[in-house]
C-alpha cells in the first residue's frame, strides 16, 4: 500500500517562504501527474500546482510567479515551493499522484500565513 507523506507546512509570516515536500512510501510506477491542492476552512479543495510527466506545469492564478512545482521521479517525491506567502495562502496543502489506475493523496500539511 502506497502512502503520501507532506511535510514541510508550518506558520510564517507575510512575505516568507516555506518548502513542502511529499514523498511516496513505495515506487509508484507510470506517473501521469504530481500536484498539489490546497483547502482553505469553509472552501473547497483547489488545484494549487501540477505537473504533467513530461514535464509541463500549470499553476492557479493566485500563485503564479510565487509558488514553484517539482519533482524527484526516482523517488517519487514532489516539492512546492512557496515564496512571498500570503495570509489568502492559509490552507491545508495535499499532495496528489495521478497514475492510470490509481490516484493517491498525502494526509495534508497545515499552512498558516500571519499578517
Known amino acids: 500500500q502506497v502512502q503520501l507523506v507532506e511535510s514541510g507546512g508550518g506558520l510564517v509570516q507575510a512575505g516568507g517562504s516555506l518548502r513542502l515536500r511529499c514523498a511516496a512510501s513505495?515506487?509508484?510506477?507510470?506517473?501521469?501527474?504530481m500536484g498539489w491542492y490546497r483547502q482553505a476552512p469553509g472552501k473547497q479543495r483547489e488545484l494549487v500546482a501540477a505537473m504533467r510527466s513530461g514535464g509541463s506545469t500549470s499553476y492557479a492564478d493566485s500563485v503564479k510567479g510565487r509558488f514553484t512545482i517539482s519533482r524527484d521521479n526516482a523517488k517519487s517525491t514532489v516539492y512546492l515551493q512557496m515564496n512571498s506567502l500570503k495570509p489568502e495562502d492559509t490552507a491545508v496543502y495535499y499532495c496528489n499522484i495521478r497514475t492510470i489506475g490509481n490516484n493517491y493523496w498525502g494526509q495534508g500539511t497545515q499552512v498558516t500565513v500571519s499578517s
Open positions: 513505495g515506487s509508484i510506477v507510470s506517473i501521469n501527474v
